[in-house]
């Protein structure tokens, strides 16, 4: 709780911060640095999976089928370099989760960014235009939330890939998993979106600058989207967890990740099949790894929550 | 109140009509159905004319009208792989789903409800802190992820309970129950177990901000300022005022349980309609996916209309909300 500002007339951006209120309620979260460390760490440790983990999962020609369904190393039959195990075919556990990682991941972040960037311009449009607009889109994004998220995600999923020419495939699945989860968390940041900029566009501030003839679109996104972003950030985070989750799934459930591009979800598909053959470690690890992911992504985001409602300070 | 209703009905026929269009989509366009059907060595004349039988020649909007119409009174045409009536398949699968997400909301109740409570009596416990903390954790785990670490636990290394299956059942006229045999009620817990565990936390985190909202009001100070015991506070005057809001949510989750219940159900080889949906997935088997969406979201937006509705009776200030 050092007071860190400087003598200094105008403090600089990063003095702010760590002057701000944010900054000071999350040092006094636990659980917030906690799960902001452990996140930090899997990420890192994800993007760093080709200099770390001792094997390249997907190159064929590195797997050894003498090394197949090794158990991990603290247990009688483990060998190194294979710390965590190996699967059926001879591929580094560890290795594999640091890799499949990294797919959730960025799946998770490319589809958060699409449903912000449709979300956002969606609701500043419905928001700011009214009239038919506002009706076709709110309208949509009801169909959208009438219908249950999984069964959606999975129908476009799978229907999608049917039509993906076999050249597109290996980025093409993950673009149309991506599209899938979009589709549905856009509406969320529509409807904060829109709301907000009902409430803004009478104010004061926004009649002056149209007087003075600031264009529509630069009134939008310099004058009344800043004023909207802060349930927005909160919402990011949290979908964040929840686009994880439904790639995981969706990938289990054999509509998602393809094998040889195994995300986290694959993984724990393919282990499965290996349940009862007491090969546990092939589906335990990525399991554990995808709810430490899921569950330090969603305490962040609870405590954003917290931290960002005025009406808790 | 009856312009209300009418909006909310309105608005129901137009998300179903969305969904149907959705499936039709899906129906006619993802393969050809006539390749689906026919072996390879059919000769074009076979092929023109079960085009003809199917009504692929028609025009799209006919086609889609036919479509409606037919999904209305229950027909969803013939599976491609196993040329029997689609909507019998779903329904013999029924009751299967429907016992699960039962007994999976039964648990939610049992167990959220109490938590709830004593989360929000106790806010400075210890254990009123770590069932907080481990809520977070309910609602971060991937239910697939539980389901198979119920399945390591009590099946694989305790053998406690079976791991995939529905045991015997026994038919009650068109109803197949798992319930009233042994096997059957020792198959269902760990399915219902897992596909409770997020309905638990949702229960536990509602009833304890509803809670907290009550207690703050000026009746429960009464209460207290009458020397009416802490127990009788709780559980009678408190409890009893959160309830509504704990009912409504229960009663609309139920239509997102039976969809959600197929990744369950697939972890457990449980062999409900969600089971039979991902199947038809693997084999792009288009009539049952097409089914079963129009099913399930009609399940959906029914118990949201019925829900809307009730609260609109309940509580008149909703009725202009609408605008």
């Known amino acids: 709780m050092s007071d860190q500002t400087?003598?200094?007339?105008?403090?600089?951006?990063?003095?702010?911060?760590?002057?701000?209120?944010l900054w000071w309620s999350f040092k006094s979260h636990k659980s917030a640095v906690g799960a902001a460390i452990v996140l930090l760490l899997v990420i890192i440790t994800a993007f760093l999976a080709p200099v770390l983990s001792p094997q390249n999962p997907y190159d064929l020609a590195a797997l050894e089928l003498w090394n197949a369904e090794l158990p991990p190393i603290w247990m009688e039959g483990g060998q190194m370099p294979f710390l965590l195990g190996t699967d059926v075919q001879g591929r580094d556990i560890l290795s594999g989760i640091l890799y499949g990682t990294r797919i959730s991941i960025i799946?998770?972040?490319?589809?958060?960014?699409?449903s912000l960037v449709v979300g956002i311009g969606l609701g500043l449009m419905a928001g700011y235009y009214g009239g038919w607009i506002d009706n076709v889109l709110?309208?949509?994004?009801?169909?959208?939330?009438?219908?249950?998220?999984?069964?959606?995600?999975?129908?476009?999923?799978?229907?999608?890939?049917?039509?993906?020419?076999?050249?597109?495939?290996?980025?093409?699945?993950?673009?149309?998993?991506?599209?899938?989860?979009?589709?549905?968390?856009?509406?969320?940041?529509?409807?904060?979106?829109?709301?907000?900029?009902?409430?803004?566009?009478?104010?004061?501030?926004?009649?002056?600058?149209?007087?003075?003839?600031?264009?529509?679109?630069?009134?939008?996104?310099?004058?009344?989207?800043p004023n909207t972003l802060t349930p927005i950030f909160v919402a990011a985070t949290l979908n964040f967890g929840l686009a994880i989750l439904i790639e995981a799934t969706l990938s289990f459930l054999g509509v998602?990740?393809?094998?040889?591009?195994?995300?986290?979800?694959?993984?724990i598909r393919v282990g499965n099949q290996y349940l009862f053959s007491g090969s546990w470690w092939i589906v335990l690890f990525p399991s554990i790894q995808l709810c430490i992911l899921v569950v330090a992504v969603n305490m962040l985001g609870d405590w954003l929550r917290d931290a960002l409602n005025p009406k808790l300070r | 109140m009856l312009a209300f209703i009418i909006k909310r009905l309105a608005n129901a026929v137009f998300v179903m009509l969305s969904v149907t269009f959705l499936a039709f989509v899906i129906f006619r366009f993802v393969g050809d159905p006539v390749d689906q059907m026919l072996n390879e060595q059919a000769t074009q004349e076979q092929r023109d004319d079960l085009r003809e039988r199917l009504g692929l020649d028609k025009p799209f909007l006919l086609q889609f009208t036919t479509f409606v119409g037919r999904a209305a009174t229950g027909?969803?045409?013939?599976?491609?792989?196993?040329?029997?009536?689609?909507l019998d398949m779903i329904s013999e699968r029924f009751p299967a789903t429907f016992e699960l997400v039962l007994v999976a909301t039964f648990i939610s109740l049992i167990v959220g409800v109490p938590m709830g409570v004593i989360t929000a009596i106790k806010r400075q416990s210890w254990y009123a802190e770590t069932m907080q903390f481990t809520s977070i954790i309910g609602i971060s785990l991937p239910s697939f992820v539980v389901g198979i670490g119920l399945i390591l636990v009590f099946s694989v290394w305790l053998g406690w309970f079976p791991a995939f299956g529905r045991g015997d059942t026994v038919d009650l006229g068109w109803w197949s129950t798992g319930l009233l045999s042994h096997s059957g009620r020792m198959s269902i817990v760990l399915p219902a177990l897992s596909l409770s565990l997020f309905q638990i936390t949702l229960v536990m985190r509602l009833v304890r901000a509803e809670m907290l909202e009550v207690l703050r009001s000026d009746f429960i100070k009464f209460a207290r300022a009458r020397g009416i015991p802490a127990r009788s506070i709780h559980f009678r005057h408190a409890l009893r005022n959160?309830?509504?809001?704990?009912?409504?949510m229960t009663a609309m989750q139920i239509g997102g349980l039976i969809a959600f219940a197929l990744v369950t159900e697939t972890v457990f080889q449980w062999p409900g309609m969600g089971l039979l949906f991902i199947q038809a997935v693997t084999f792009v088997d288009v009539p049952i996916m097409a089914a079963y969406l129009c099913i399930v979201a009609l399940i959906f937006v029914v118990l949201n209309a019925i829900v809307d509705m009730t609260y609109a009776v309940i509580d008149p200030r909703l009725r202009g909300a609408e605008k």
Request: hydrophobic share 50%; aromatic share 6%.
């Open chain 2, 242 to 248: 959160c309830l509504m809001p704990v009912v409504t």
């Open chain 1, 256 to 267: 998602g990740m393809p094998p040889n591009q195994p995300s986290l979800g694959t993984l």
């Open chain 1, 6 to 21: 400087s003598g200094k007339a105008v403090p600089t951006r990063m003095e702010r911060f760590w002057d701000s209120d």
């Open chain 1, 107 to 114: 799946i998770g972040i490319a589809s958060v960014a699409v």
């Open chain 1, 138 to 225: 709110m309208r949509i994004g009801d169909v959208l939330l009438s219908i249950p998220i999984v069964l959606v995600a999975i129908l476009v999923s799978s229907v999608a890939q049917q039509f993906l020419p076999p050249a597109f495939r290996e980025i093409g699945v993950a673009a149309v998993l991506v599209l899938a989860i979009a589709m549905y968390s856009w509406v969320q940041y529509a409807r904060v979106v829109r709301a907000q900029t009902m409430v803004e566009r009478r104010k004061e501030y926004v009649m002056a600058s149209r007087l003075v003839g600031t264009p529509a679109r630069r009134l939008m996104v310099k004058h009344i989207l």
């Open chain 2, 75 to 86: 027909d969803f045409g013939i599976s491609f792989r196993n040329q029997r009536d689609v």
